[in-house]
T-cell receptor, first 115, second 111 residues
Framework: SAVISQKPSRDICQRGTSLTIQCQVD?????MFWYRQQPGQSLTLIAT?????????ESGFVIDKFPISRPNLTFSTLTVSNMSPEDSSIYLC????????????FGPGTRLTVT | GQNIDQPTEMTATEGAIVQINCTYQ??????LFWYQQHAGEAPTFLSY????GLEEKGRFSSFLSRSKGYSYLLLKELQMKDSASYLC????????????FGAGTRLFVKA
């Protein structure tokens, strides 16, 4: 299994500012993803973080709003830019295990509140 | 389009058996997952099905019928700690391990 840590665990931010969330994995992984989970809702995939190239964004998410970095196989960052209250959510980093790829693991999440 | 349906809430009694159903329509199919998520925590992996049939793992079993776009998660000998949300998720066959999640079923286990 993979152990994933995220920083910060929570933050309260003002409208118009930006926050960068870090994701660290204890082993090298090929596939890394960023999800959002709004209160009472399920997980929505924001993007796939690709090592050495630009992230692949899902419909409704753009690089200017959610820039992602993936400098190596164990680390990624997601920035939530120019925040508004609608961005209040839990942001989760996720990786696919290096074994048979059947298991997908999630970090503990970053709880963001925008005021 | 992509669509994953599961009941919003279910209630069951401690010691009983509960079945949570999931139907899906997705762009390709490369496996179906069930996750458990307690309030305020990250989802944890429960099961994976890619072939038709039943996969059993302790008190938890998961069934898949690809032709019907249907799966269920079966929980036996329910315990109070099983109160959680159960997420059905489908991995698309896009070569990129993209996984789409259903809205989740909140299970309440009562004494």
């Amino acid at each position: 299994s993979a152990v994933i840590s995220q920083k910060p665990s929570r933050d309260i931010c003002q409208r118009g500012t930006s926050l960068t969330i870090q994701c660290q994995v204890d082993s090298q992984v090929t596939m890394m993803f960023w999800y959002r989970q709004q209160p009472g809702q399920s997980l929505t995939l924001i993007a796939t973080a690709n090592q050495g190239s630009e992230a692949t964004y899902e419909s409704g998410f753009v690089i200017d709003k959610f820039p992602i970095s993936r400098p190596n196989l164990t680390f990624s960052t997601l920035t939530v830019s120019n925040m508004s209250p609608e961005d209040s959510s839990i942001y989760l980093c996720s990786v696919v295990g290096q074994g048979d790829g059947h298991e997908q693991y999630f970090g503990p999440g970053t709880r963001l509140t925008v005021t | 389009g992509q669509n994953i349906d599961q009941p919003t809430e279910m209630t069951a009694t401690e010691g009983a058996i509960v079945q949570i159903n999931c139907t899906y329509q997705t762009s390709g199919f490369n496996g179906l997952f069930w996750y458990q998520q307690h309030a305020g925590e990250a989802p944890t992996f429960l099961s994976y099905n890619v072939l038709d049939g039943l996969e059993e793992k302790g008190r938890f079993s998961s069934f898949l019928s690809r032709s019907k776009g249907y799966s269920y998660l079966l929980l036996k000998e329910l315990q109070m700690k099983d109160s959680a949300s159960y997420l059905c998720a489908v991995r698309e066959d896009t070569g990129g391990f993209k996984t789409i999640f259903g809205a989740g079923t909140r299970l309440f286990v009562k004494a």
